[in-house]
């Protein structure tokens, strides 16, 4: 059975963010110490489809973000992600975003836009994935507090949101729905520190039979598997 190309894109087109030309180049500066109110996060991205044979699809592409709180109410957010269509040779989804978010409790809205770069994603998937951007800026408050909010507005799209423990509490999950999307939903995968203290692993999210994830790796590994292929190389490292 063959992936539907539609259905791949739209999960990836909801799955990817980072912009990282700092005035260095993104490696140079992915190896300096962050400042208490910045964090990098590196992923890899691979894929599931469950038909009638289940087919897995695994480093089909990578993401880098950099988040920086620049006040109380407000953080900025740069995301470069890129993934390839595993059956489609050359077929690639990549967007790049770097935007100010104003963050309140119960919801993230897009202050200001300094770029946003697509290929690949058309129409109302670009706004999904600066949707997406707000929702993932919102994890970082989760990771942090280890509270969550039944509700969230994430950029305009009303989510509501589930926390529950897995593993015999060894991890936490905060499942995500989509006010109007029934076929579309994702999770937020956290492991349950020893202190008390919540760090993401990855997140995933699911449109039908196909299941899209970004899973954290360190910088090394991605710089390692990535940096030297086009089109990463291009649309994520530069």
């Known amino acids: 059975m063959r992936l539907s190309s539609g259905k791949f894109l739209c999960v990836v087109l909801l799955l990817t963010t980072l912009n990282l030309q700092l005035g260095q180049s993104f490696l140079q500066a992915a190896e300096q110490i962050a400042q208490a109110n910045e964090e990098w996060q590196f992923f890899r991205i691979n894929a599931q489809y469950r038909g009638t044979v289940k087919k897995g699809f695994s480093s089909l592409g990578c993401g880098l973000a950099w988040f920086k709180d620049i006040s109380p109410d407000k953080t900025q957010v740069i995301v470069h992600v890129s993934a390839l269509h595993p059956e489609k040779r050359g077929q690639k989804y990549t967007f790049r975003v770097n935007m100010v978010l104003k963050c309140k409790p119960d919801s993230y809205s897009i202050d200001s836009e300094v770029y946003a770069q697509f290929v690949g994603i058309e129409g109302e998937r670009q706004q ?22 039944p509700e969230f507005n994430a950029g305009g799209a009303r989510l509501g949101l589930r926390d529950v423990n897995a593993r015999r509490g060894r991890v ?52 390692r598997d990535f940096s030297y292929r086009e089109p990463f190389a291009t649309d994520v490292f530069k």
């Open 128 to 149: 999904q994935i600066r949707q997406l951007v707000a929702l993932w800026a919102y994890m970082r408050q989760v990771e942090k507090t280890g509270g969550v909010l």
């Open 172 to 223: 936490r999950e905060i499942h995500c729905n989509w006010t109007g999307r029934r076929d579309f939903s994702g999770k937020f995968f956290f492991d349950q520190q020893a202190n008390g203290a919540l760090a993401l692993d990855k997140f995933r999210f699911r449109s039908g039979k196909l299941s899209v994830s970004l899973t954290k790796e360190t910088a090394e590994t991605i710089n």
